[in-house]
């Protein structure tokens, strides 16, 4: 026997089966260090000992690869945060088409056991010279990735999605009698998601309610938990799964103009104080307990978490720095409340919030990907608040809850 085209014939050992004319034939000396990776045809001739005869070299269609099992990698990863709702299938390459930008610093390695192969990463780009066994089955393992991996697509026939971080056996991907066996992943991400918010046990009432629960949200994805929405529009993400929760709004009751509060409950019952008259009060520069009137705007800029409770009636627009994390207490504006800015701290607002005018909940995490899982403001509606007033002050506002 023989490799078609390489000189070594290879002799076998002949081993009869009963009838001397019927046996196996055996190699035992087949060495193959010294040929190079290649796939090559075996050759077979049969000489018959008793006689001058001989089959001449034979293709016996069987063919032998000489190879380390080394499968060389190429991959790419793809921005899909525009894909709206986001889908992925055989022959659909929505969200595999816009490349992540170029430059982000990551680590991606595949794990096999103890085996640990490391890629070498040119964003958006991933590949060898680390290679994959064709016989393993890798984990993926993605750090210091700047978004949220939504699914994989691996090899070159387009498959199906597959979940990103989901084992797979390389050979079911690569063919081994390909020349040169070299294996494609993609990956899908949501990078740098926009911001939103969260309302815990509370209602949301405005005339627009916009807001965007990112698909690769996994917990809570709703823009309000065991409460209502009352708007006219709502813009919700497909996402949002308080999107089919939505009602029209129906029409306030009670009190809830400054002016009216004002008149009512420190003007008739005697409640709580009144600020100097400025264009602009910090919380910092006053004490945060009790019901508190505002006769300009309000900017909190520090944490407010009182031993009683803090009631802000505000007569123009409350702001909150985004340098604060906790607020626990009821914020009334007549004008609108803003929550902007960047930090990598979530602001979290125990209480109620109600603005006459408008509500701007923007604020972001300072590294946007971070978005991607957890909402960057959450209002937690808190009942035990209204509990601390005073009799007086429920009666005013007995039809009255934060939105």
């Known amino acids: 026997m023989r490799f078609k085209g390489l000189g070594t014939v290879y002799t076998a050992t002949l081993t009869p089966i009963g009838n001397p004319n019927i046996g196996t034939a055996t190699f035992s000396n087949i060495d193959v260090s010294g040929i190079g990776d290649a796939t090559y045809t075996l050759e077979a001739k049969v000489d018959d000992v008793h006689a001058p005869i001989t089959s001449g070299w034979m293709d016996i269609d069987y063919i032998?690869?000489?190879?380390?099992?080394?499968?060389?990698?190429?991959?790419?990863?793809?921005?899909?945060?525009?894909?709206?709702?986001?889908?992925?299938?055989?022959?659909?390459?929505?969200?595999?088409?816009?490349?992540?930008?170029?430059?982000?610093?990551?680590?991606?390695?595949?794990?096999?056991?103890?085996?640990?192969?490391?890629?070498?990463?040119?964003?958006?780009?991933?590949?060898?010279?680390?290679?994959?066994?064709?016989?393993?089955?890798?984990?993926?393992?993605?750090?210091?990735?700047?978004?949220?991996?939504?699914?994989?697509?691996?090899?070159?026939?387009?498959?199906?999605?597959?979940?990103?971080?989901?084992?797979?056996?390389?050979?079911?991907?690569?063919?081994?009698?390909?020349?040169?066996?070299?294996?494609?992943?993609?990956?899908?991400?949501?990078?740098?998601?926009?911001?939103?918010?969260?309302?815990?046990?509370?209602?949301?009432?405005?005339?627009?309610?916009?807001?965007?629960?990112?698909?690769?949200?996994?917990?809570?994805?709703?823009?309000?938990?065991?409460?209502?929405?009352?708007?006219?529009?709502?813009?919700?993400?497909?996402?949002?799964?308080?999107?089919?929760?939505?009602?029209?709004?129906?029409?306030?009751?009670?009190?809830?103009?400054?002016?009216?509060?004002?008149?009512?409950?420190?003007?008739?019952?005697?409640?709580?104080?009144?600020?100097?008259?400025?264009?602009?009060?910090?919380?910092?520069?006053?004490?945060?307990?009790?019901?508190?009137f505002v006769d300009g705007d309000l900017l909190v800029d520090t944490n407010i978490d009182p031993a009683g409770y803090v009631f802000f009636i505000v007569n123009g627009d409350i702001g909150i720095t985004d340098t604060v994390t906790t607020v626990k207490g009821i914020l009334l504006a007549d004008g609108e409340i803003k929550i902007t800015g960047d930090n990598n701290t979530p602001l979290k607002i125990y209480g109620s919030v109600y603005s006459k005018t408008g509500l701007e909940l923007t604020r972001s995490y300072t590294t946007k990907s971070s978005n991607n899982t957890a909402p960057a403001i959450e209002i937690i509606y808190d009942p035990n608040l209204i509990f601390k007033l005073s009799n007086k002050v429920w009666r005013t506002l007995e039809y009255w809850r934060v939105e």
């Not at 190879?67 to 945060?81: H, I, K, L, R, T």
């Not at 964003?123 to 984990?139: I, K």
């Not at 949301?204 to 996994?218: E, S, W």
């Open 64 to 292: 032998f690869k000489n190879w380390n099992c080394e499968v060389a990698v190429d991959g790419m990863f793809y921005d899909s945060s525009a894909e709206y709702p986001f889908t992925c299938s055989v022959g659909n390459n929505l969200g595999f088409t816009t490349e992540v930008p170029t430059g982000i610093p990551f680590n991606l390695r595949y794990s096999w056991g103890a085996t640990v192969k490391t890629m070498t990463n040119v964003s958006p780009r991933f590949t060898h010279p680390e290679t994959l066994d064709w016989r393993g089955n890798y984990s993926p393992l993605l750090l210091n990735f700047p978004g949220a991996i939504r699914a994989a697509k691996i090899g070159d026939s387009n498959p199906a999605c597959t979940i990103w971080s989901s084992p797979f056996l390389v050979n079911n991907y690569v063919n081994a009698w390909d020349i040169t066996p070299k294996i494609d992943i993609k990956y899908s991400a949501v990078m740098d998601q926009e911001a939103w918010y969260r309302v815990v046990k509370g209602s949301i009432i405005a005339t627009n309610v916009a807001n965007y629960v990112p698909p690769t949200c996994d917990n809570v994805c709703k823009t309000t938990t065991d409460g209502l929405i009352w708007a006219n529009l709502t813009n919700l993400s497909y996402y949002d799964e308080s999107k089919n929760f939505t009602e029209t709004p129906k029409p306030r009751v009670g009190i809830s103009t400054y002016k009216e509060l004002k008149d009512t409950l420190f003007g008739e019952m005697g409640l709580g104080v009144i600020l100097p008259t400025a264009p602009v009060t910090k919380s910092s520069d006053i004490g945060v307990t009790g019901i508190v």
